[in-house]
């Protein structure tokens, strides 16, 4: 039987099904992978058992009784324990006393040499070696989670939930977590492990539950299943083949990336000997889940950040030492994925914000002097072509924040899309909008492509980067795993590059 079952969870945020009648079993004894895209409805799912969020419905059986948690508290009472995945260790503090933490306040008198005996115990049984007394500031990723891990086992947890977990590993790390999880699961832990990585769902898992846009779509056993099928299920939809009008003859590299490397800046993904080029009348497509590079690559290439190795051209010439203005004036625009942070000053008005790059420029800027109605009428032409509405009377100068993301949105292409652009970055372009305004961004695209523009479209979705692009890259943790062509690229490889697996590996 097993011991956890849930059964029709539903959750709605604001109108959107993150889980629509949701249902998982998992056995003492076994580790039970939950995959699913970006955005599938895991977290979401794991969170109401964890008791972080509640659910609209369903049923919870722990143990064959029927639970609902009110908080973590209350769950790891019972014995269900998590890492999340971003963790929640004090950073100041050591790794005993994170470890005994939350325990000090219920009132308990901690022996702190019994609890210090205890932690070395586990940590010995499970080979998660980390330094009791090391602060959590001064240890690596790996070793974090290490005792996260030894967090929830202190607590005497017999589910632990792990989400995500291995996005933050080198590969070498992974295997030896890994090692850990087989431990324990020979001890009756029942694991459940979140990720979209499907070699790591066949290396380590009992049992797979798919999920796509917020319900089940399969449960298999392991080693009944291969990483096409897993695939399969998790990409799902047949996808439209494109109908946009083929690429103008390329006529030659436009943007070309030699070996460039990005350093690990904190725990996120950074690039690994990156080599590309998008040509003339391109769209090159950048598919991948995110978070294993994207927006760094689009960081590197506006100059927001600086390669620590290899080179960057555009129509030749070397921009890899120029400034972010310096890349600008060469050609390059950036569509911003966070239009709130990078793309818009959302209390100045449509005007200034379509200023922000240009007014160094004439015809607004004649001896240092700006001149206002030149700008007011660019500003009211733009508004006009790329079908910027805002409420009201108030027309170039609305206050930015006022407008809708749609409308912000294309406010961010206005004034990227000028005369002197060759080479747009639009980093996930359609993000948040609806199906107008996703249909309108992309057409603008399309429309610079034709125009023998290059376009490199960063996005997590498939179906768009699979209508819009020519030839499709994917990145897989900061590294290039494969680039097709439109004639290549079926869901199907693509999905199998996106999960880690490399054609090499799959032959
Ligand atoms: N706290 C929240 N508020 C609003 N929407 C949310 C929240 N958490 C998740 N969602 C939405 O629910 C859906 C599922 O998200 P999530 O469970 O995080 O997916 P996954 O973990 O599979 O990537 C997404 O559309 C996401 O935007
Ligand atoms: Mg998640």
């Not at 790996?142 to 005792?147: H, K, S, T």
């Not at 947890?157 to 995500?164: G, N, Y």
């Not at 898992?205 to 392991?222: E, P, Q």
């Not at 725990?267 to 391109?282: F, P």
């Amino acid at each position: 039987m097993a011991i956890l079952e849930m059964k029709d969870i539903c959750k709605a945020f604001s109108g959107v099904n993150a889980n629509e009648n949701v249902c998982l079993n998992v056995e003492k004894g076994s580790i039970h992978a939950l995959l699913g895209e970006n955005g599938a409805g895991k977290t979401t799912l794991v969170n109401i058992l964890y008791g972080i969020y509640t659910a609209d419905s369903g049923e919870i059986r722990w143990k064959g009784r029927p639970v609902r948690f009110d908080s973590p508290r209350e769950a790891i009472q019972s014995g269900i324990g998590m890492v999340q995945q971003h963790f929640s260790l004090v950073r100041r503090m050591t790794v005993l006393d994170n470890i005994i933490l939350s325990l000090k306040s219920n009132g308990f008198v901690l022996n702190r040499k019994a609890a210090a005996a205890r932690v070395a115990s586990l940590a010995q049984k499970y080979g998660l070696t980390v330094n009791p007394i090391t602060r959590i500031a001064d240890l690596s990723v790996g070793e974090r989670q290490r005792v996260e891990i030894l967090k929830a086992l202190y607590r005497d947890v017999e589910l632990l939930i792990l989400d995500e977990p291995t996005g933050v590993l080198t590969p070498q790390e992974t295997a030896q977590f890994f090692d850990v999880l087989r431990t324990l699961k020979g001890e009756g832990y029942a694991i459940i492990i979140i990720t979209h990585r499907m070699s790591e769902i066949m290396a380590v898992s009992d049992r797979v539950t798919i999920l796509r846009d917020g319900r089940n779509v399969a449960d298999l056993t392991t080693t009944q299943t291969n990483p096409e099928e897993l695939s399969r299920y998790m990409i799902g939809r047949e996808l439209k083949q494109g109908d946009t009008p083929a690429a103008t003859a390329h006529s030659g590299d436009r943007l070309t990336l030699n070996g460039v490397t990005l350093a690990a800046r904190h725990r996120h993904g950074a690039l690994c000997d990156i080599s590309l080029c998008v040509c003339r009348g391109e769209i090159l497509g950048i598919a991948g889940v995110e978070g294993n590079g994207q927006k760094e690559l689009a960081e590197v290439i506006t100059g927001l950040r600086r390669q620590n190795v290899g080179q960057i051209t555009l129509d030749g010439r070397d921009i890899g030492r120029l400034s972010v203005r310096g890349r600008y004036e060469a050609g390059i625009a950036y569509i911003s994925d966070d239009r709130q942070n990078d793309g818009l000053l959302m209390g100045m008005s449509v005007c200034d914000n379509l200023l922000l790059r240009e007014f160094r420029r004439l015809p607004f800027s004649r001896a240092g002097v700006l001149d206002r109605r030149a700008a007011v009428r660019s500003a009211e032409n733009k508004m006009n072509t790329y079908q910027i509405r805002a409420s009201g009377k108030t027309g170039v100068q609305t206050s930015v924040g006022l407008l809708s993301g749609g409308n912000q949105q294309k406010l961010v292409i206005a004034r990227e899309l000028t005369e002197n652009a060759v080479l747009i970055i639009a980093c996930q372009p359609t993000r948040g909008l609806d199906i107008g305004a996703t249909e309108f961004v992309r057409s603008l695209l399309v429309r610079e492509r034709n125009a023998g523009k290059s376009v490199m479209l960063i996005s997590a979705d498939l179906d768009e980067i699979m209508a819009l692009s020519d030839r499709i890259a994917v990145l897989f943790a900061g590294k290039v795993a494969g680039v097709l062509s439109r004639k290549e690229a079926t869901v199907q490889r693509v999905g199998l590059l996106m999960g880690g697996i490399t054609e090499k590996e799959r032959a």
